[in-house]
C-alpha cells in the first residue's frame, strides 16, 4: 500500500479542534444504522445499545420524521452520531447545510463527491464555521451508492466499472481535502492503495455471512471489510431487527476484533 503522491491533495482546513484519527477499538468501528421510521423507536435502540457500538448512523427517513431536534438531542446524551444526508447542492447551500449539521454536534457528515471539489470544499468551510471552538465533525465524500452494481452505472451513462468510479471520486474528494469516503467494503482496498492509510474509509452494507443482501448489491461481512482496510462499518437491519440487539451488536463488535487480530498479525 502507498499513499497518492499527488501534489494538488490538500490537507483539511484548520479548525479550532480537528477530528481525531482512525478508530482503534472493535466498537469505536461499529456504526449503527438507525434505519427506524419514529423517534420513539430510535430512542429505543439508542438504549439498548448505548456503550455497544461506536456511533449511531440517522439517515433520510429518521431525519425527515423528526428533525434536527432528535438529532441535537441524542449527541447531547453524549452519543456519536453520523448524520447520513448525502448532501448534494450547489456550493452555497452545501455550505449552510454543513454549518448547520455541525452545530448539531454530530460526528461526521457526508455529501456526494459527485457534486465537484467546490462544493466538497463548501462543506469543509461550513463544517468548521458550525463547530466554532468544538471538535470539528469529519466530513465524507459519498463515491457509489452499495446499491448499484455495473449494469445500473451503465444505465446512467457511466462506463466505468464500479472500482474505477469509486476511485475516481474517492481521490477527488481526498483532493477537496475530506477526511474520507463512504464505499462499499469490496471498493476499500482499490480505495486504500489510491488514497493511503490517513484516507478514512466508512463501509454500508455490511451483513454477517448467514444475512440476507436485502437492497445493496456490494456487501461484505465485517471481518472482509476489516481485511480491505476500512475504518468505519455500518450495519443496520441484522442488529436493530435482531430479536437479541444486545447479543447481535456483540457479535458483530467480536468478529471485529478477530479481525483487527489477524491483521496485526
Same mark, same amino acid.
Given at each position: 500500500m502507498h499513499a497518492n503522491s499527488n501534489s494538488s491533495t490538500r490537507a483539511v482546513p484548520a479548525s479550532a479542534s480537528s477530528p481525531s484519527s482512525a478508530p482503534t477499538s472493535a466498537i469505536e468501528r461499529l456504526v449503527l444504522a438507525l434505519d427506524v421510521p419514529s423517534a420513539e423507536a430510535a430512542a429505543e435502540?439508542?438504549?439498548?445499545?448505548?456503550?455497544?457500538?461506536? !456511533?449511531?448512523?440517522?439517515?433520510?427517513?429518521?431525519?425527515?420524521?423528526?428533525?434536527? !431536534?432528535?438529532?441535537g438531542s441524542v449527541a447531547a446524551?453524549?452519543?456519536?452520531?453520523?448524520?447520513?444526508?448525502?448532501?448534494?447542492?450547489?456550493?452555497?447551500?452545501?455550505r449552510a447545510a454543513s454549518r448547520a449539521a455541525a452545530a448539531l454536534g454530530v460526528a461526521m457528515f457526508n455529501v456526494h463527491a459527485g457534486g465537484g471539489i467546490k462544493m466538497m470544499e463548501a462543506a469543509l468551510e461550513g463544517a468548521r464555521e458550525g463547530a466554532g471552538n468544538s471538535t470539528m465533525?469529519?466530513?465524507?465524500?459519498?463515491?457509489?451508492l452499495t446499491s448499484l452494481a455495473a449494469a445500473d452505472l451503465a444505465v446512467l451513462g457511466i462506463?466505468?466499472?464500479?472500482?474505477?468510479?469509486?476511485?475516481?471520486?474517492?481521490?477527488l474528494a481526498q483532493q477537496a481535502g475530506l477526511h474520507g469516503v463512504v464505499a462499499s467494503?469490496?471498493?476499500?482496498?482499490?480505495?486504500?492503495?489510491?488514497?493511503?492509510?490517513?484516507?478514512l474509509i466508512v463501509t454500508p452494507g455490511i451483513r454477517p455471512a448467514a444475512s440476507q443482501a436485502q437492497?445493496?448489491?456490494?456487501?461484505?461481512t465485517p471481518a472482509a471489510a476489516i481485511r480491505a482496510g476500512a475504518d468505519f462499518l455500518v450495519m443496520g437491519r441484522?442488529?436493530?431487527?435482531?430479536?437479541?440487539?444486545?447479543?447481535?451488536?456483540?457479535?458483530?463488535?467480536?468478529?471485529?476484533?478477530?479481525?483487527?487480530?489477524s491483521v496485526r498479525d
Open positions: 435502540v439508542v438504549e439498548a445499545l448505548r456503550g455497544r457500538v461506536g !456511533q449511531f448512523k440517522i439517515g433520510l427517513e429518521l431525519f425527515t420524521s423528526c428533525g434536527p !431536534q432528535f438529532v446524551q453524549g452519543e456519536k452520531i453520523f448524520l447520513d444526508l448525502k448532501f448534494h447542492d450547489i456550493p452555497n447551500t452545501v465533525p469529519r466530513v465524507l465524500g459519498v463515491t457509489v462506463t466505468e466499472t464500479p472500482d474505477q468510479r469509486v476511485v475516481r471520486l474517492a481521490r467494503a469490496r471498493e476499500a482496498a482499490v480505495i486504500r492503495e489510491a488514497c493511503g492509510a490517513g484516507f437492497d445493496q448489491a456490494r456487501i461484505a441484522p442488529i436493530t431487527q435482531a430479536p437479541d440487539r444486545a447479543g447481535a451488536a456483540a457479535a458483530a463488535v467480536k468478529e471485529i476484533e478477530a479481525a483487527m487480530k
